[in-house]
């Protein structure tokens, strides 16, 4: 029942940024399901591991693979998809709980909440950059195949 939960509230929160974000209206579910997708990934592999940074790193690729698949089969900017998918893993309550705890002069707790926000939005960054790579190296060899056929 709670990954039901899980599912659903990711599914929402998604498609609710998509609209905040001004994404086509025939692409919304598409960003939820992206989105839950994610959501689900890191779920699963955070309970398993225990390490979130692990977790939101391969949440992140597969979100951004996704993305630019959708992008290509529906002719729209990745960005569309990818920026809706990522903000279930965007780790906002932490973020606040390590501003709060340096206005509250528990520094030490606000240091290690900072220090898990960078980790976790290096994650992010680190999984777009690399599956971007991922697909600029695929299509390199799709072209070089094709230079080779024709």
């Known amino acids: 029942m709670n990954i039901l939960a899980q599912l659903i509230t990711s599914f929402i929160a998604t498609g609710a940024f998509g609209i905040i974000f001004n994404a086509p209206k025939n692409t919304l579910i598409k960003c939820g399901l992206i989105g839950m997708?994610?959501?689900?990934?890191?779920?699963?592999?955070?309970?398993?591991?225990?390490?979130?940074?692990?977790?939101?790193?391969?949440?992140?690729i597969f979100i951004a693979v996704v993305s630019h698949v959708l992008a290509k089969f529906y002719k729209t900017p990745v960005i569309i998809f990818s920026v809706a998918g990522i903000i279930p893993l965007v780790p906002g309550g932490l973020a606040y709980d390590a501003m709060r705890n340096f206005v509250e002069n528990d520094y030490n707790q606000a240091l290690g909440n900072a220090a898990n926000v960078l980790m976790l939005s290096g994650a992010?960054?680190?999984?777009?950059?690399?599956?971007?790579?991922?697909?600029?190296?695929?299509r390199k060899i799709k072209l070089q195949r094709m230079k080779l056929r024709g």
């Open 37 to 60: 997708g994610g959501w689900l990934i890191y779920y699963v592999i955070e309970d398993y591991f225990g390490d979130a940074v692990l977790a939101t790193w391969i949440a992140t």
């Open 124 to 138: 992010i960054a680190f999984g777009l950059i690399f599956s971007e790579v991922l697909n600029q190296v695929i």
